[in-house]
C-alpha cells in the first residue's frame, strides 16, 4: 500500500492542479482509488485511476520520464476518462485512441473574489430533494452541457438555483466535491436553461456557492471550463477567477 503522506507530499506541490485527487485520499474514497508513484532525478510523479465513476478517471501529475513509471503500476481499462496535460498524452497514444471526445479544457482558480449584486428573485440554496429538477433542466441540452451530476453531490455539497414563479429551475450550479480536510472545493453542473441566459442567473448562482463556500472555511475553490467556451471563461473571470494551466479531458478508447 502506497504511503499517503508521500502521496499528499506530491500532489500537494500543486494543490490547483491536484484538487480532486488530494480529495480522494479521504477514507470514504479509499476503495476507488488506485496509485502509482515514482521518483527520480526530474521529479516525482502520481497517476491514479479512480473507479468509482464509469468510466474510471485516469489522473497523472509530474514529468513524463517518471510517471511513466508510475502509470506502469495500474492496470488500465479498456476505456478511460483522462484528466492529463497536453504532454501527458504521449504517453497514451501509443495504446489509446485519443480521438474527437477529448476536450481542451482550463483549470480556474479563485484568486480576488468579487462582491456581488443583488441576487435575482427565485435564488435558492438547492437540496437533495431537487435533484430530480436538476437531471429534467440538464435534459435540455446544448453544447457544454455538465456531464458529471450525480445526486450524491447534493448530500454534502453547495447548489445553488433559480425557480422561476411555479418552481420550475431555471439555473443551476454547485460542488463536485468538498474536501474540507484540505480546505479546497471545485465548483462545476454550471447551466442555464437555454431560454433564460442573458439574465444574470449564471453569476447568481456563482456567486452564492462561493460566498457559501468561503463561510465555511473553503479557501481554495477551482472550476473547469472548456477552452471553446469563452462565454463560461469570461463569467469566471469576472467572479474573480484566473486561469491555472490548460488539460485535457474526455474519454479514450484501448486500440493495442
Known amino acids: 500500500m502506497i504511503n499517503k503522506e508521500i502521496l499528499h507530499a506530491i500532489l500537494a506541490t500543486d494543490p490547483v492542479w491536484a484538487v480532486?485527487?488530494?480529495?480522494?485520499?479521504?477514507?470514504?474514497?479509499?476503495?476507488?482509488?488506485?496509485w502509482g508513484v515514482a521518483e527520480s532525478s526530474v521529479g516525482s510523479a502520481v497517476a491514479m485511476?479512480?473507479?468509482?465513476?464509469?468510466?474510471?478517471?485516469?489522473?497523472?501529475?509530474?514529468?513524463?520520464p517518471t510517471l511513466a513509471t508510475?502509470?506502469?503500476?495500474?492496470?488500465?481499462?479498456?476505456?478511460?476518462?483522462?484528466?492529463?496535460?497536453?504532454?501527458?498524452?504521449?504517453?497514451?497514444?501509443?495504446?489509446?485512441?485519443?480521438?474527437?471526445?477529448?476536450h481542451a479544457m482550463w483549470r480556474m482558480v479563485l484568486t480576488t473574489p468579487k462582491t456581488h449584486a443583488e441576487p435575482p428573485a427565485g435564488l435558492v440554496r438547492l437540496q437533495a430533494t431537487d435533484s430530480q429538477a436538476i437531471r429534467r433542466l440538464l435534459d435540455q441540452g446544448g453544447p457544454f452541457t455538465p456531464d458529471a451530476f450525480e445526486p450524491y453531490q447534493l448530500d454534502d455539497g453547495v447548489f445553488f438555483g433559480v425557480k422561476d414563479a411555479e418552481g420550475a429551475l431555471l439555473a443551476v450550479g454547485g460542488t463536485h466535491i468538498i474536501d474540507r480536510d484540505n480546505c479546497a472545493a471545485a465548483i462545476g453542473n454550471m447551466y442555464t436553461h437555454p431560454a433564460h441566459r442573458g439574465r444574470g442567473y449564471a453569476g447568481a448562482v456563482l456567486g452564492a456557492t462561493v460566498h457559501t463556500l468561503?463561510?465555511?472555511?473553503?479557501?481554495?475553490?477551482?472550476?473547469?471550463?472548456?477552452?471553446?467556451?469563452?462565454?463560461?471563461r469570461r463569467l469566471y473571470e469576472k467572479h474573480g477567477f484566473q486561469v491555472h494551466l490548460p488539460y485535457i479531458e474526455g474519454v479514450c478508447i484501448r486500440v493495442s
Not at 485511476?49 to 513524463?64: C, H, K, R, S, V
Not at 481499462?77 to 485512441?97: A, G, I, Q, S
Open 49 to 64: 485511476l479512480f473507479t468509482g465513476l464509469t468510466p474510471p478517471i485516469l489522473f497523472l501529475m509530474g514529468p513524463n
Open 70 to 102: 508510475a502509470l506502469a503500476q495500474l492496470e488500465l481499462p479498456d476505456k478511460l476518462y483522462l484528466t492529463v496535460r497536453e504532454e501527458h498524452l504521449t504517453l497514451l497514444n501509443p495504446h489509446y485512441d485519443v480521438g474527437d471526445q477529448v
Open 20 to 34: 480532486y485527487p488530494l480529495a480522494d485520499l479521504q477514507p470514504a474514497f479509499a476503495p476507488y482509488c488506485h
Open 214 to 232: 468561503q463561510s465555511q472555511a473553503i479557501e481554495r475553490i477551482v472550476l473547469n471550463v472548456d477552452q471553446a467556451n469563452r462565454t463560461a
